[in-house]
């Protein structure tokens, strides 16, 4: 037992002691979704120029074979607030799980596109499902002293998962004519491995309480936090929800919600129209275009990797120190001027001294230690309760949606109008982000959720 201060509000917060290692592997394990999420995208990556030529493809096709898979993160966001309301945190996640392992199989054994893009978007429904379940299924499980470095755990799994894919990808390069397949197939074991390690953590407190099975609640959280802290939390959830009705979409825009849904919107579309997973699935093209063949490309898009997994490590460990703002105004400046930084190098044509992958891993570290972690975080915390589930299905799916559009539009406006011109208008996006954050998004660090509720309920 690790003795933590989870005082957020000393008059009547006792200092709790919490079973660390139980929250770490209830964290990790639901955390893994996000591996399966980040291998699953970025595999792609790697494949791109040997399914280019396989399929026959164009700027057009290109954009679509890459980008497909993000159209069932749309639906799986859609639907993942449903699932996880009716099946639980947990069934959804192994859902998730079966789906990562069946659809890589069946990507890999793809003889046209269209079969190749059916098992792709199925792929994405387990993505985005993912995507939304397990921060959720972190948030409402572990402490609030706990919660922002256990959420980031999730996009740290994410980034390793990225990276265990650029490292697949540079080592299956190699292996004949069905390399891509290779790639696409990798994914079954870390599946299968997370598939059964969720058969080893709980069900979410909060939904337990939901479906009226409050002794198993307490029974979870008196493992996390002992009897006296497992009270206080039962009774705060059961205030949260004393005016519980079924959830109905038209709830999100009612007055005292709307503003948080709004404001979850624009975190989720601002993580992605600045560019990461346009830049993180043609990186390899984007560096072979400064000179350097295919193997040297995928070489280097592992140093991009590596730098993902250090700073998210350093979002990890500032969360809850230095807090979610600072963070993301932080990593918004340093993204817009990096992006602006290798737009000049490829305007005039400068590509020494390896400058623009230095540009791109100070892109990727400004990213990984703000955006990539943070935006995770505020959007588990920001919405109450009684429409979490809805709340949180909407800012996704508006998220993959915004991904789509950012991950199919780069291969034509990189044919249309060059990569410089393409990197200033994410830039941009940068930059109007950071005036958004600088004016309307609030510091949550060091709140219990339903103390949040009433915060940001009351506020708005």
Known sequence: METISALTNAAVRPA???????????????????????????????????????????????????????????????IAGKLCDLWGR???LLLCGFLFAVTGIGTAMA????????????????????????????????????????VSLYQLAIVFGILLAYFSNYLLADA?????RWMFASQVLPSALFFGFMFLVPESPRWLIKMERKNEATVILTKVGGTEYSNLELAAIEESFQHEHKEKFTDLWLPAFRPLLWMGIIIAIFQQVTGINAILYYAPEIIKKTGVNNENALLQTIG???IMAMFTLVAIWLVDRAGRKILLQIGCAVMGLSL????????????????VLLFL??????????????TWVILSEIFPNRIRGLALSVSTLLLWIADFAASFTFPILNEKFGVEITLLIFSTLCIIYYIYINQKIPETKGKTLEELEKMLVKSS
Request: hydrophobic share 55%; aromatic share 16%.
């Open 111 to 150: 003889h046209s596109l269209t079969v190749f893009v059916f098992f792709r978007i199925a792929g994405g429904l387990a993505v985005g499902t993912a995507a939304m379940a397990a921060p959720m299924y972190i948030a409402e499980t572990v402490p609030a002293a706990l919660r922002g470095r256990m």
């Open 176 to 180: 004949g004519e069905n390399n891509w």
């Open 90 to 92: 947990k069934k959804t």
């Open 361 to 374: 891993m100070l892109y990727i570290a400004g990213f990984s230690a703000s955006l990539g972690a943070v």
């Open 16 to 78: 709790v002691k919490f079973n660390a290692s139980y929250i770490f592997l209830v964290s990790m394990v639901s955390a893994l979704g996000g591996l399966l999420f980040g291998f699953d995208t970025a595999i792609i990556s790697g494949a791109i120029n040997f399914i280019e030529p396989y399929f026959k493809l164009n700027e057009y096709s290109l954009g679509w074979a890459v980008s497909c898979i993000l159209v069932g993160c749309v639906i799986g966001a859609a």
């Open 304 to 306: 991009i990797g590596i």
């Open 340 to 355: 602006i930084g290798v737009a000049t190098c490829f305007h005039f044509r400068y590509f020494d001294n390896y400058l």
